[in-house]
C-alpha cells in the first residue's frame, strides 16, 4: 500500500488543466491509479486513517497527487453500491438539468481547512472513460451522491476546487429546485 504525498490547494498544480494520458496505459500508471484506489479504500478505515495520520477520502485525483494527468480514482459505499473505478481521460457525456448539492457542504484532501458554502452539481451525469480496475471502457451513469463524487475529482482535472464553485456573496444559497444530498 503506497502512501500518497497529497498536494496542497496552495499548489499551482492544483489549478491546471491536465493532459490526456496515453492508452493503452503503462503498467506502471496502472498500478498508481490501483495504488490510489487502495489508499481510498484504507482511508475509509478509522484505525488505519489515525495510523497512517491521513484524512478520510472517497476520491483521489492526478493532480492531488503532484500529476497534471486526466485520471482520478474513486471508492465509495453507498447504500447496497460500491463504487470502485480508476477512471483514465473522463468524458460527461451528459448531465441533468437537476441540481443538487451536500448539505454539510463539501470537503477535499487537497483542502486542509474547510470551506464553508453550498457547492451546485448536476444531480444526474453519464460519465464514459477507460477504467484501470476491470481494464475496460466504462459508461457510467450516476445520479445522487455518487454523481457528486464523481464531478468533484473531474473538476480535479480542469484545475477548479469545489469552492470555486461557491457564491461569494451568498455562500448558502439555497435552489429550492436543488436536491439536498
Known sequence: MKLFKIHSDKEKL???????????????????????????????????????????GVGLAAPQIGLCERFYAVYLVDGEKTYEYGLVNPKILSSSVKKAYIQGGEGCLSVPEDVPGNVYRYYRVTIKAYDAVSQKD???????????????????????LYYDRIDRKNPFYEDPEAVAI
Request: hydrophobic share 35%; with cysteine.
Open 14 to 56: 492544483l489549478h491546471e488543466k491536465c493532459v490526456e494520458v496515453e492508452l493503452p496505459l503503462s503498467q506502471e500508471k496502472r498500478q498508481t491509479i490501483l495504488d490510489m484506489v487502495e489508499y481510498l479504500k484504507l482511508s475509509q478505515d478509522e484505525n488505519f486513517a489515525k495510523e497512517h495520520g491521513i484524512r478520510s
Open 138 to 160: 466504462v459508461t457510467l451513469k450516476l445520479s445522487g451522491y455518487p454523481a457528486i463524487v464523481f464531478q468533484h475529482e473531474y473538476d480535479h482535472l480542469d484545475g477548479i
